[in-house]
Every structure is written in C-alpha cells, then in structure tokens.
C-alpha cells in the first residue's frame, strides 16, 4: 500500500473516531465535561462539517488507489472545521479538556498534508 494512501486511512480513521467520540461525550453526559452547552456546540461543529462523512469519502477514495487532489480537497475541508473546533476548545479549555489530545492527535496528522500551510495563507 501506497504510503500516502496510509496516511489518509489513517487521518480518515481518527476524524471517524473523534466524530464518535464527542458524540459518546455528550450522550454519556460524564462528569468529566463541565459544561454541556460548550461540548453540543462542538457536536453541531462536528456536524456541520460533516466529519464522518468527510472520513468515509476519505477512506473510501484512497481504499486501492491514492488520489492526490481529491485527498487534499477533503483534508482541507476538514481542516477548515478542526481549526474551528481547537480555538473554541481552547478558549473553553476548562470545561473541554478532554478533546484536546484528539484534536493534537488530528492537527499532526492533517499538517502530514501540507493543508495547514496552504488554507492560513488563502
């Protein structure tokens, strides 16, 4: 396999996990989060950005062949929504501490693809 195709099922699982992870998070209603309010903002993020089917269209595109140009359209669509997510996670990061090692866990995997550089810049 294609070491960039590794990459994107990589990254295309961990969206998938964070995505059902803040889900777990805001159903179990945990007294690890503090504020509910905050983590169903996240959730309508995570939503609206459609993370879970950005990771399956992700894993499905590079299942037996790397396609460059419609990894990275993804990636940075991705991307877009993930910045979003770590700056509110940040401002609220005593109530939202606990996503603060998946979005870690997703910015390095994403930087992977060069997608930072070019959507800061654009």
Do not use: P
Not at 107 to 116: A, D, G, I, M, P
């Amino acid at each position: 396999m294609n070491f960039e195709m590794q990459k994107a099922n990589l990254l295309a699982e961990n969206i998938k996990g964070f995505a059902e992870y803040v889900q777990k998070c805001y159903t179990s209603k945990s007294g690890l989060i503090l504020n509910h309010d905050k983590l169903y903002q996240v959730k309508l993020w995570v939503e609206e950005y459609k993370f879970n089917q950005l990771a399956e269209e992700l894993a499905r595109i590079n299942m037996f062949e790397w396609d460059e140009k419609y990894t990275l359209l993804l990636v940075e669509r991705f991307w877009k929504g993930l910045v979003i997510i770590e700056d509110y996670v940040e401002h609220y990061h005593s109530d939202l501490f606990i996503l603060t090692a998946r979005i870690h866990t997703l910015k390095n995997l994403t930087s992977l693809f060069s997608v930072e550089k070019k959507a800061t810049s654009g």
